[in-house]
Structures are given as C-alpha cells and as structure tokens.
C-alpha cells in the first residue's frame, strides 16, 4: 500500500536494501584487488603505523589502546569487530604473511580463542610496513573519516600483491569471496613477469603465470589435489587451472601423512599436516564421537602429541588391519581430506574511475595490483619532485642573497 507521501514500501524497501548491499559489498566483506584489504584492515594497519607510530623496530603496544583509537578515528563499529580482525592480522596459521606482529595469546590452530584485547599487545610487522611505504608521499588519495574530523586512505600503496599473499575470505549481500592463500616469492615473480611483458600483456595467459604460480601456498602445509575427475565423463579436470582461469572452483587439500610400523602387527598413521582453517579438535572429537565405528574400521586410538616444535597427529591402527585401508578410512569420514572453495571476487577500478565487485582471474588479480602500483609510483616521482623544485627554489633565493651579500 502505498503511504501518505505516495511512495509504496515494496520501493522504499528495494531502494534501501540495495543502498544496504552496495554497501556491504564495496566497504565491507569484499577486499580491493589493489591492496588486497577491507576497510577494517586498512584502517587498523593505517591506525597503528601513521597514528600510533607502531613501527616493527618499537615496543608493542596494549591491543586495546589500538582498538579504541581505531573504534575512535576511524572505524564506528563494535570492538569486537576491530579486535578481531586485528586477530586474524597477527595469526601466522591464517595469514601466509602476517601484518601485526602480535605478542601474547592470539589463538592456536586448534581453534582456541585469542586472549582478550587488554590482555595482548601488537605492533605493525615488516610486511604490514610494505602495505604502507611512501603513504605520505601523496601516493594516494584520501577521504574524510566518518565525523569529518580526520583523513583516512582510500587505499594502501602496497609494495607487495598482498590480495593473492595473504588471501581473503567474505560474504557479502548476494556474493561472497574465498581466495587462499600463496607463496611470496611465487607471486612477486608473477608480478615482475607481468610487469615486464606490461606492452604485450594482452598476450599473456594464465599457462604463463602458472609457470611461476602452480598453486595455492597454504600456511598450514598439506596437499592440494590438481585434477578431480568429471561428473559426467569421468575424465580427470584441471581444478587449479580452472581456478585460475575462472576465478572459481573447488579444490580439495589433504592432510600430509606418514605411515609407521610399531610392532605387534600395528601401526601409526602420524599426521603432521592438515587442510587450511580445519582444527586438530575437530577431528579429533569427530572419532571420539564415532568411537565404535572408527574402531570395527581399524581405528584403535588417537593422540594428540603435537608441541611448540610441529603438529603431531597419531592414529593407531588395530592388530592385524590394513594402515592403507584405515587411513583412506581416516580421509573419507573426517576432515583429513576437505574441499574449499576458490571464489577471487574482489573489488576493481573499472575505466571511467568507479569501482565494482568483478570474479577475477590469475591475470586480472596481478593487472590490477601492477597498474596501481605504476600510479602509485608515477605520483610519488611527482610528488619527490615537487618538493626537490621547492628546495631548488629555496637554494636559489639563497645563492642570489650571498651574492649580495654585502649589500
């Protein structure tokens, strides 16, 4: 029904919830293909390092003292949204190449919870200093924060492709983004191929990336399945091809085990590595509540016996059973062996300056952080000389002056 305005709900409710979308997606859940982080990200490295003066060679600092300065200047959400993306910034297990160098209890790989906030300290890690080299040097733009009181980046001058690094994962209204992790070396030799094929890149295809980017480098080890066969013709498909070339697929990573004989007709299937973002509990509690059914399968106990040094993960096999047959036993019911998702949605500059969520590829996700980072270094060539010419000038005003210097 219409109201006394004359303007129906199902229009005010479709204009708001598309306003709504558009802003969840663009400054939200879904990171930027330049910099490769949300906003929450941005703002709290810019916070700690600009702000606060959290260098990698200084002190660490109360996690709370930067939380707030960040809930205050920046970032008008709850603590628990700052703290814990902080969180995820300083896990060595979440991030191939952590951005805060955290101190104190931030997690395990088992799925513990981070200390509370007053409790740890934090301060910007080399790589998280990279994010942010030349900022001052007017190599991006800026913008008002949330009262108009401060400035804030747009974007961070990344030196390095940090979206493919690091990864991202988000769900956003009507989509959602899943992009692994990498190797650092692997992608910066992507990028410097790229960039220095930049005039004949139409030519590059993903083939010739993959040559120095096979996969994904995930930070908790363990195995990555190329090929999985076809639903309906049973031939063997290039999954990580797929991924690169789509921007979309399913891969399949496998713990990484090793199978011991003990004596007495019994094994060990020793687990040393497990699927990105899987707990050592998860599956652990997954065989205690199937006890009986691990058991008749040949499953006798499970320890965990990992320390400071590695995970270890032990499964001993019954008298007499095959370890072969229990660990693909072992693979099949728990999450030994687990499917993700590669969904590289991110957000990109289309050619008339905006910006839009667009499934990107290998070559799309490097085109992007190479054009910016030419920009980046075009404006900060200007922005050197800029000051180099005022200086000049000032020298010159000097020279004249000791040449009358009597006068």
Known sequence: AASKTGVSLALLMD???RRYAVEVVLNRAIPDARD???PVH?????????????DSKGPHKKSARVVGDTLGKFHPHGDSSVYGAMVILAQDFSMRLPLVDGQGNWGSQ???GPAAM????????PAGEALL?????????????????????????SRIPNLLINGSSGIAVGMATSIPPHNV???????????????????????DLMRFIPGPDYPTGGMVFRY???KDTGEPVDMLRQAYETGKAILVLQATTDIQEIGGGKSEIVVTEIPYQVSRATIKDRVADKREEFRAAGVANVSDQSDRKGMRLVFETVRGADPSAVLAYLLDKTQLRDSQSFNAVAIIRTEDGGETPKQCNLKEMLEQFVAFRLDVIVRRCRFELKRAEDRLHIILGLLKAIDAIDE
Do not use: H
Not at 43 to 48: A, E
Not at 118 to 125: F, G, K, M, P
Not at 185 to 207: H, I, P
């Open 36 to 38: 490769g982080l949300k």
């Open 15 to 17: 204009a708001n919830y």
């Open 185 to 207: 070396g692997e992608v910066c030799d992507a990028v410097v191929y790229l960039a220095q094929n930049w005039a004949k890149r139409a030519k590059v295809g993903v083939d």
């Open 228 to 230: 999985r066969p076809d």
């Open 110 to 112: 088992d799925g513990d």
């Open 118 to 125: 007053r409790y740890t300290e934090a301060r910007v890690s």
């Open 42 to 54: 941005r703002r709290i490295l810019y916070d700690m390092l600009i702000e606060l003066g959290l």
């Open 133 to 157: 080299a030349d900022i001052k040097a007017d190599t991006v733009d800026f913008e008002p924060n949330f009262d108009g009181s401060l400035q804030e980046p747009v974007v961070l001058p």
